[in-house]
């Protein structure tokens, strides 16, 4: 009873309190270590990654954060209780690899925990929120997320402790993405968006189809909890890792763009496959994802593993995925009814997918072939 009380006092006071940070203003769009490298990460990595994601065009198309995740701690602090890097891996610090990014035209971010460790035991920030996100202030990073590992010995609530690591970094003056990651445990989405800039919503996403799909279901009829400055997230993405078919690639990135999720690259630059990179570079289904002013997009549609996704853009146009969730090809279709336009012809329909245009389309597409595990994504206008 507590706790709710305690929680519902919070939700009063945070209208007052909030991010009010300035950024995510849109998605954000980043590379993040995790996925491919885990642990294995050095200032080489670092360097050579910023430098991919100029030279292949990553940076030009909206991926401007570089971010760095769990094990580039050395395992004790200072004897200040100052957060330093592992002296062998990163030997010049954390500071002179986001200065590097800045020079570059990118921004930095990192990952810490809220608890007493880090997911792999690097030392956490419990009891030393405000003296981190002032470290992170210092150095000049971009882009902080906070994970949830070891909380349960001090049994840390979400719900209050995420928002005093949020004020912390309000007050260090610096504009600085938040990226609240625990997991979709106590949900985030109901506080998120007075908290952070996006939330988890599920826990880690794999380099399997199966565990793919469930994390963009977790974000199901929570569309209406996102928007300017607070992203749903489902998790980093896997194209690239050589886990996922073509098609599977390719619905992974239509759905995280019409939810409207955050775009974070989770693969090898230096080995990515052409296709993946095509994937990720289609300016076409980019721009759904980072529309300015509209609300996420939301599953309309869920039935015989057929699934319709659709998302309201803010110069009055339609977003639509049709994904086939089945291991056989299958037929959908969509009227125009359907996704809530007020003409019965389109004038124009863009295939987002295969950069091809349609005019003058009548009540909606009608027997629409999926092959296994594929989409098709449109841009509807009237």
């Not at 607070?230 to 050589?242: A, H, K, V």
């Not at 073509?246 to 409207?260: G, K, P, R, V």
């Not at 289904?285 to 939301?298: L, R």
Request: proline share 3%; net charge negative.
């Amino acid at each position: 009873m507590n706790k709710l009380i305690l929680f519902c006092f919070l939700a009063i006071f945070s209208t007052v309190l909030c991010i009010n940070n300035g950024v995510a203003v849109t998605p954000p769009m980043a590379f993040n270590t995790w996925n491919h490298f885990g642990c294995n990460i050095d200032e080489d990595l670092a360097i050579s990654t910023m430098n991919k994601m100029i030279s292949l065009g990553l940076s030009d198309v909206g991926y401007k954060y570089f971010n760095l995740d769990d094990c580039w701690m050395a395992k004790e602090r200072t004897t200040n209780g100052d957060l330093t890097s592992d002296p062998t891996r990163f030997s010049k610090g954390i500071k002179y690899l986001a200065d590097y990014a800045h020079t570059k035209g990118l921004k930095f971010g990192a990952y810490e925990c809220m608890g007493t460790k880090t997911c792999q035991g690097y030392p956490g920030s419990f009891n030393h929120y405000s003296q981190d996100a002032q470290t992170f202030a210092d150095w000049g990073l971009d882009y902080i997320k906070m994970d949830w590992c070891y909380t349960k010995q001090n049994n840390l609530d979400p719900r209050v402790v995420y928002p005093i690591f949020r004020d912390a970094l309000n007050k260090t003056g610096r504009e600085i993405v938040f990226s609240i990651c625990e997991w979709g445990v106590d949900n985030p989405y109901l506080w998120g968006k007075q908290t952070g800039n996006s939330w988890r919503t599920s826990g880690d996403i794999s380099c399997k189809w199966d565990r793919m799909q469930y994390c963009i279901e977790q974000v199901i009829g929570r569309s209406k909890y996102a928007g300017e400055g607070g992203w749903n997230d489902p998790d980093m993405l896997e194209i690239g890792n050589g886990c996922l078919t073509y098609n599977e690639e390719t619905s992974h990135f239509a759905l995280w763009a019409i939810a409207a999720a955050p775009l974070l690259i989770g693969c090898d630059l230096n080995s990515i496959p052409d296709s993946s990179l095509e994937i990720l570079k289609n300016t076409e289904i980019i721009a759904v994802n980072q529309d300015i002013g509209s609300v996420p997009g939301d599953c309309i549609y869920k039935k015989d593993e057929k699934q319709i996704w659709k998302r309201k853009l803010s110069d009055g146009s339609v977003a639509v995925v049709m994904w086939n969730t089945n291991i056989e090809s299958q037929d959908l279709e969509v009227t125009w009814e359907q996704i809530g336009l007020s003409c019965q012809t389109a004038t124009k329909v863009r295939d987002l997918v295969e950069h091809t245009t349609y005019n003058n389309v009548d009540n909606g597409w009608k027997e629409i072939s999926l092959d296994s595990h594929a989409v098709k994504m449109f841009r509807v206008y009237c």
